[in-house]
C-alpha cells in the first residue's frame, strides 16, 4: 500500500490525473502521503534519529507541496519516501543493495522514481527542448492508439500520459535492479504490460465521446427565483469529468501493473538481516542479534511471512567497509547522513547536493531586471487594432487603448506608425515593435523591412488569434513568420475552465516565473493555438483545452470537442531568436485589452520588459543543455547505489534552490508602474492580495469590468494589487479595497497610511457582514464598521442595515434645484469618530444619523469609505453591454471627491441630458505643507 500511495502521490502533484484545481491537487497530494505514511509506519524499536528523520522528512514534505512549482510537489513525496524507507531499515546511509528487508528496498525504489520525475518536470517546464519532445511522444503514442482504435486521436504530453511513463520507466529500471537472475523475461513481460497498459487507456480516451453519449441526459434545475442551488445527478458529475480527469484511468492501470511487479517478483539476496536495536555494555561491547548475512532469491511472500531464504558466515571487512549489514548496527548519525551515508558513499551524495543546488540557477534564474525605461514601443495601426480608451460617451469592445498609458506607467516611449518606415533607421536595441492581428497582404518590402530589424537586434510581438475572413480582411500573421518555425493554426483553442485558470502550463522564463495561471492572472481567453517546432521554444501552453478547427467557437462562444481535434498541450504563446533579435507569437490578444490588462499586466509588462532588456536570459541554449547534462549526471548519482539520504538531501536541495531562484527572477522582473510620470498621479490599484470580496472575472455579475472602465474613464490606469508594499503604493495616486477577508499586516497598515499622508486617496468598500478584514485598517483612520450578527454575550452595538427593500436610491449631491441619487446593493451604516469627517450619504434622508459614504482628510490624501460591499460590483453598475447610468455618473463625482480635485457636478437628472464629454485633467488642490487641514488631518492612533 505505501508505494502505490507514493506513486499515486507523485502523479497527483505533477498534475498527471487530469485538470484539479491546484488547492484540491494540493489537498489530495497531502492524502496520498498521509495513506503512505500510515502504511509505512515504522514497527518495532527505532532509535530517536529514525523518529527525527520521519518527522522532520514530513514537516518538509507538507511545506514543499503547499509550493505552487509542480517540480518542488513532485519532490516533496520524493523526500516523505526517502524518510519511510529509513524507518523500514533503520538506517538512512545503507545503499539499496544492502538494504535490510524488501520493504525497505521497494520503498526506496519508488522514492528514486518519483525524484526522477520530478527532475523531468524540471527539464521540461525549463528547457522547451525537453518540452517539445515530450510532447512529441505523447503525440506518437496518440497516434499509434488511434491507429489501433481505428480513430484518430490527437494529445499531448498530459493526455499522453508521459508523466505516467516517466516514473513507470524509472520504477522499472529499479524494480528489475534488484530482482534476481535471470531477468530478460521479467523485463520484457513488466514492459509489455506497462506499453499495452498505456496504450489500453489511450484507446478508451479516443472513445471518449462514447462515454459521454452513454451517460443520462443532463439533469437541469428547475426555474427558480428564489432559489439558486442547483440539482446533482450522477451523469452530470461525470461529464463534468470527461475527458479532463480520464487520465485517472492510466494512473489505475499502472499502479496495478506495479502491485503486481513488486508481489510477484523474485528479489535479490540480501547480505544481511534486518539490524535490532543494538546494545552497548559496560565494556563498551556492541551486541547485536539476528544473523550475519543471507543468501539467495527471497520472494515477497517469503520475506512478508518472516521465513528467511538461508544464511551464510560473517561478513567479510570489505562488505563492512563498503557500507554491508555486518558492519551496520543502529542508525547512523545526521552529519553521516548529509555527508552520504556509509563510508565511500560521500562523495556521490556532496556531488549530487551540488548538482541539485546548480540546476536550478542554470535553467532558471534570471537576476537581471526588465524596464521599459527609455525604450519605445512601436505599433503598427494596420490591422485588427483599437486604440480609443473608455470615455464616459463611448464603451469601446476589444480596444487596446490603455496600453498607451500603461507603458507610460513604466517610464517607455508609445508611438504609432503608418508604413514602418521607422524601422529603417530604428535603434534596434531599444524598440518593441507590436503588430496587432495584421489583417491586410504584406508587400516584400515591408516584410523584408521587418525581417531585418529583428535581425539587427530589434523585438518583435506577433499579437494573433482567430483567423479572420471577411471580405478584403484576412488575417495576415503567418506571412511574417514564415522564415521561423512557428505558424499560427486557423483553429480556436478553446480552455476547460474560464480563461483557462488552473489550466495552463507556463515555462520558468522571465515573463512568466511566479505568475500562476490562477485569477486570470495571465489573461488569455478564446484565442488560437501555435504550432511550435525547434528551435521556436514555448512559452505558455494549454495544458487542459482543445483546438477547435475554424473560428466559429470564438464568435459564438460555444465550442464543442470532437473526436480527431487535438486535446491538451495547445502552445498560446511561443517566442524564437532570429537573428540577434526575437520573435515572440501571443495567440491571444486578450491579456492587452483595456479591462482585462487590469489583471494581466504583470505578465504582459515582464514580457515587455524582458524584451526590451535583453537579459540574461535561461532560455539560452547552451544554459538548458548544461543543465540537462547536469540532470543526467544527478539521476546517475542517485541511482549509484542509491540512498534513502542522499536521495532526501539531494531533493530538498533542488526545491530550495528552485524556490529561490523563481523567487529571484519574480522579484527582478517585477513591474512597478509610477504614475507619477502623469499629472495628477493615475495609477490606481485595486486590492488583490486579502481575499477580497469580488469575482475574477472580469464581466461576471459580482467581478470589477465597470469599475475599471469608470476608473478609464476618469483618466486613472487601473490595475490589480499583487501584494500591498510601500514599494508599489509610492507610484500609485489611488487605492481601492473592497471587504478584504485577510487581515492587513502591521507592515502594510502602515504602508497604508503613508500612502494616504503623502497624497495618496483610499476608497474602503465594506458591508458589515465582511467587516473583520478590515477593522484594524479602518481604526487607523478613525472609521469603523459595525459588526452584524453580534453573539448574545457581547455587548457590542450591531450595524444597522439602511433600507429594508433593495435596491435602494440614496442621494448625494443636492444643488437646491435637483439631487442625484446612486443606486445602492447592500448598504449598511458605519461611523468616523474624526471631527473632520463629512458625511456625504446617510439614511434616512431627513437626518444624518446613519452614514453610508464618509470621506475625510489625512495629511496630503484622503480616505472615502462606503458602507456597502458589492456598490461597484457589475450587477450594480455596468455589463459589457448596458449600464446603470446613475450609478455611472456617481462614481465620476465620488472619484473627483476622493482626488481631491474640483468637484464635478452631476447633470440634472429629470432632463435625461446626455453625460457631457470628459473634462479635461485638473490639477489637485492646493494644499500646505502639512496637508489641506492641519489640525484634524492626522491619522487616528
Not at 89 to 103: A, E, L
Not at 302 to 326: D, K, N
Not at 596 to 617: E, I, K, P
Amino acid at each position: 500500500m505505501v508505494l502505490l500511495a507514493v506513486m499515486a502521490a507523485a502523479w497527483i502533484a505533477a498534475g498527471a490525473f487530469g485538470l484539479l484545481g491546484h488547492p484540491l491537487r494540493h489537498a489530495l497530494t497531502w492524502v496520498a502521503m498521509a495513506v503512505a505514511v500510515v502504511a509505512g509506519w515504522p514497527h518495532g524499536d527505532r532509535s530517536l534519529r529514525v523518529w527525527a528523520s520521519l518527522a522532520a522528512a514530513i514537516l518538509a514534505a507538507v511545506a514543499m507541496t503547499a509550493s505552487d512549482l509542480p517540480t518542488v510537489n513532485i519532490l516533496a513525496v520524493g523526500v516523505l519516501a526517502a524518510a519511510l524507507a529509513i524507518c523500514q531499515t533503520g538506517t538512512d546511509s545503507t545503499p539499496v543493495q544492502y538494504t535490510h528487508g524488501i520493504g525497505g528496498r521497494a520503498i526506496l525504489t519508488v522514492a528514486l522514481a518519483a525524484v526522477v520525475l520530478g527532475i523531468f518536470r524540471l527539464a521540461s517546464d525549463s528547457i522547451p527542448a525537453v518540452w517539445l519532445l515530450a510532447n512529441g511522444v505523447g503525440q506518437a503514442l496518440g497516434s499509434l492508439a488511434g491507429w489501433i482504435a481505428g480513430r484518430p486521436l490527437w494529445v499531448g504530453a498530459s493526455f499522453g500520459g508521459v508523466d505516467f511513463l516517466v516514473l513507470m520507466a524509472a520504477l522499472y529500471t529499479g524494480w528489475l535492479a534488484c530482482t534476481s537472475r535471470p531477468r530478460l523475461s521479467r523485463a520484457v513481460y513488466a514492459a509489455a504490460a506497462i506499453l499495452l497498459g498505456h496504450l489500453v487507456y489511450l484507446v478508451i480516451l479516443a472513445f471518449s465521446d462514447n462515454l459521454l453519449a452513454a451517460l443520462p441526459e443532463v439533469v437541469l434545475p428547475e426555474p427558480s427565483e428564489n432559489s439558486r442551488v442547483g440539482v446533482w445527478a450522477w451523469g452530470n458529475a461525470v461529464r463534468t469529468l470527461l475527458p479532463w480527469n480520464l487520465p485517472v484511468l492510466a494512473g489505475i492501470i499502472h499502479l496495478a501493473i506495479a502491485a503486481a511487479m513488486f508481489r510477484w517478483a523474485a528479489w535479490a539476496g540480501v547480505p544481511g538481516p534486518p539490524p535490532e536495536p543494538s546494545r552497548v555494555g559496560h565494556a563498551g561491547a556492541r551486541v547485536s542479534g539476528g544473523a550475519a548475512g543471507t543468501a539467495g532469491p527471497t520472494s515477497v511472500r517469503t520475506r512478508s511471512s518472516g521465513r528467511a531464504a538461508g544464511t551464510a558466515g560473517p561478513t567479510s571487512v570489505r562488505t563492512m567497509i563498503r557500507g554491508g549489514a555486518a558492519g551496520t548496527a543502529g542508525p547512523t548519525s545526521v552529519r553521516t547522513m548529509i555527508r552520504g551515508g556509509a563510508a565511500g558513499t560521500a562523495g556521490p551524495t556532496l556531488a549530487a547536493v551540488v548538482l541539485a543546488l546548480l540546476i536550478p540557477l542554470v535553467t532558471v534564474l534570471a537576476p537581471g531586471g526588465s524596464t521599459l525605461k527609455s525604450k519605445t514601443i512601436l505599433v503598427y495601426q494596420q490591422g485588427h487594432l483599437q486604440l480609443p480608451k473608455p470615455e464616459y460617451d463611448n464603451r469601446p469592445e476589444e480596444a487596446f487603448g490603455m496600453l498607451r498609458v500603461f507603458v507610460e506607467s513604466l517610464d517607455g516611449n508609445f508611438a504609432t506608425s503608418p508604413d514602418l518606415s521607422e524601422l529603417v533607421d530604428a535603434d534596434a536595441d531599444s524598440t518593441i515593435l507590436v503588430l496587432m492581428h495584421p489583417d491586410r497582404p504584406w508587400t516584400q518590402d515591408t516584410l523584408r523591412r521587418v525581417w531585418e530589424f529583428v535581425r539587427r537586434g530589434g523585438s518583435l510581438v506577433v499579437v494573433a488569434g482567430p483567423k479572420i475572413r471577411e471580405g478584403d480582411s484576412e488575417s495576415s500573421f503567418n506571412a511574417l513568420l514564415e522564415p521561423t518555425a512557428m505558424e499560427v493554426r486557423y483553429d480556436t483553442a478553446v480552455p476547460a475552465t474560464a480563461h483557462w485558470e488552473d489550466a495552463l502550463a507556463s515555462l520558468l522564463r522571465p515573463a512568466t516565473a511566479g505568475i500562476g495561471d490562477g485569477r486570470n492572472r495571465i489573461g488569455l481567453s478564446l484565442g488560437s493555438s501555435i504550432r511550435t517546432r525547434w528551435p521556436a521554444r514555448p512559452v505558455v501552453a494549454g495544458r487542459w483545452g482543445w483546438s477547435d478547427p475554424g473560428s466559429d467557437a470564438a464568435r459564438t462562444a460555444r465550442p464543442r470537442y470532437d473526436p480527431g481535434e487535438e486535446l491538451g498541450d495547445l502552445v498560446l504563446a511561443a517566442e524564437q531568436r532570429f537573428g540577434r533579435g526575437t520573435i515572440v507569437v501571443l495567440a491571444d490578444g486578450t491579456p492587452l485589452e483595456n479591462e482585462v490588462a487590469a489583471n494581466s499586466y504583470v505578465f504582459t509588462g515582464r514580457l515587455l520588459g524582458d524584451l526590451a532588456g535583453n537579459a540574461f536570459s535561461p532560455q539560452a541554449w547552451w544554459r538548458g543543455l548544461l543543465g540537462l547534462l547536469g540532470m543526467v549526471g544527478l539521476v546517475g548519482l542517485l541511482a549509484w547505489r542509491p540512498t534513502p539520504g542522499r536521495l532526501a538531501v539531494a531533493a530538498v536541495a533542488m526545491a530550495v534552490s528552485l524556490t529561490c531562484a523563481v523567487a529571484v527572477t519574480h522579484w527582478a522582473t517585477r513591474v512597478l508602474p509610477d504614475g507619477h510620470y502623469h499629472v495628477p498621479n493615475n495609477v490606481a490599484y485595486i486590492d488583490a492580495s486579502h481575499m477580497e470580496a469580488y469575482c475574477t472575472e472580469t464581466w461576471d455579475d459580482f467581478g470589477l469590468g465597470g469599475l475599471t472602465r469608470s476608473l478609464m474613464r476618469s483618466g486613472y490606469l487601473p490595475l490589480m494589487l499583487p501584494e500591498l508594499t510601500g514599494e508599489r503604493l509610492k507610484g500609485a495616486g489611488l487605492l481601492i479595497s473592497i471587504a478584504p477577508a485577510r487581515a492587513f499586516s502591521a507592515a502594510e497598515r502602515e504602508a497604508v497610511r503613508e500612502f494616504v499622508r503623502e497624497g495618496g486617496s483610499l476608497i474602503c468598500m465594506v458591508g458589515a457582514e465582511e467587516a473583520a478584514g478590515s477593522r484594524e485598517l479602518l481604526a487607523d483612520f478613525g472609521f469603523e464598521v459595525l459588526p452584524s450578527l453580534v453573539p448574545p454575550d457581547d455587548d457590542t452595538r450591531e450595524s444597522t442595515p439602511l433600507g429594508k427593500d433593495r435596491p435602494l436610491s440614496m442621494a448625494y449631491v443636492d444643488t437646491g434645484e435637483y439631487k442625484t441619487a446612486l443606486q445602492t446593493y447592500a448598504p449598511w451604516e458605519i461611523d468616523c469618530s474624526a471631527e473632520d469627517a463629512q458625511k456625504r450619504v446617510w439614511w434616512p434622508e431627513h437626518s444624518q444619523n446613519h452614514g453610508l459614504i464618509i470621506h475625510r482628510i489625512v495629511g496630503k490624501g484622503m480616505i472615502g469609505v462606503i458602507g456597502d460591499t458589492f456598490i461597484a460590483a457589475n450587477q450594480n453598475l455596468e455589463s459589457q453591454t448596458s449600464a446603470l447610468d446613475h450609478n455611472v455618473v456617481f462614481w465620476r463625482w465620488f472619484l473627483s471627491v476622493v482626488a481631491q480635485q474640483e468637484e464635478w457636478t452631476p447633470p440634472n437628472p429629470s432632463r435625461g441630458a446626455e453625460l457631457p464629454d470628459e473634462l479635461p485633467p485638473v490639477a489637485p488642490a492646493e494644499v500646505g505643507p502639512e496637508g489641506p487641514d492641519d489640525a484634524n488631518s492626522e491619522v487616528a492612533p
